[in-house]
């Protein structure tokens, strides 16, 4: 059974750094592509940012790029996403989610359960 | 960057009822889309790739169809489980777009 599961969301300042976890379970890690997908609280879905399966194909939202950092380590079949300079409209719920492809980005097929990030000072 | 604009953002409908949400993009994606369906407190559940080939386990009421620019979502005989926001998205490979999401109510 796959799994997802998230961690590291927390209460932080403006300007601070944050970096959320994913762990995953049940697949081959290291044979697909992996997201990060955020819902404000009542909004709808934003892309964050996504990573393949070697890491050579990363990608972000230009609403991050450039303050988040997106990661993997295939050895602990586990998935980072490092958030600086955060901001109160980064305030969200962040879901990891698994792509069906293992290069370029495709679909979600499995998410987990989320991690929520609140940015109030 | 490829803009996704679904409509309705809300539809009222009833059991039974057969509902079409269309979604269309800012340029051709030849038939790269998904669709999702969310609960409220749960995480989105794929029902849709490709356009209109459907996930393993939904139920074949809901079909998908479209290519280029358009993009329609239909379910043939709502049911009271049915009734959910959903979501199209792009991938062209190297970003990923959501719609704004279309919220169905019961009527």
């Known amino acids: 059974e796959v799994q997802l599961v998230e961690s590291g969301g927390g209460l932080v300042q403006p300007g601070t750094s944050l970096r959320l976890s994913c762990a995953a379970s049940?697949?081959?890690?290291?044979?697909?592509?992996m997201h990060w997908v955020r819902q404000a609280p009542g909004k709808g879905l934003e892309w964050v940012s996504g990573?393949?399966?070697?890491?050579?194909?990363?990608g972000y939202a230009d609403s991050v790029k450039g303050r988040f950092t997106i990661s993997r380590e295939n050895a602990k079949n586990s998935l980072y996403l490092q958030m600086n300079s955060l901001r109160t409209e980064d305030t969200a719920l962040y879901y990891c989610?698994?792509?069906?492809?293992?290069?370029?980005?495709?679909?979600?097929?499995?998410w987990g359960q989320g991690t929520l990030v609140t940015v109030s000072s | 960057d490829i803009q996704m604009t679904q409509s309705p953002s809300i539809l009222s409908a009833s059991v039974g009822d057969r509902v079409t949400i269309t979604c269309r993009a800012s340029?051709?994606?030849?038939?790269?889309l998904a669709w999702y369906q969310q609960k409220p407190g749960k995480a989105p559940k794929l029902l849709i790739y490709k356009a209109s080939s459907l996930e393993s386990g939904v139920p074949s009421r809901f079909s998908g169809s479209g290519s280029g620019t358009e993009f329609t979502l239909t379910i043939s005989s709502l049911q009271p489980d049915d009734f959910a926001t959903y979501y199209c998205?792009?991938?062209?490979?190297?970003?990923?777009?959501f719609g704004q999401g279309t919220r169905l109510e019961i009527k």
């Open positions: 989610a698994k792509d069906f492809n293992y290069g370029n980005y495709a679909f979600f097929d499995y």
């Open positions: 990573i393949s399966w070697n890491s050579g194909n990363i």
């Open positions: 998205q792009q991938y062209d490979g190297y970003t990923i777009t």
């Open positions: 049940g697949f081959t890690f290291n044979d697909y592509a």
């Open positions: 340029q051709s994606i030849s038939s790269w």
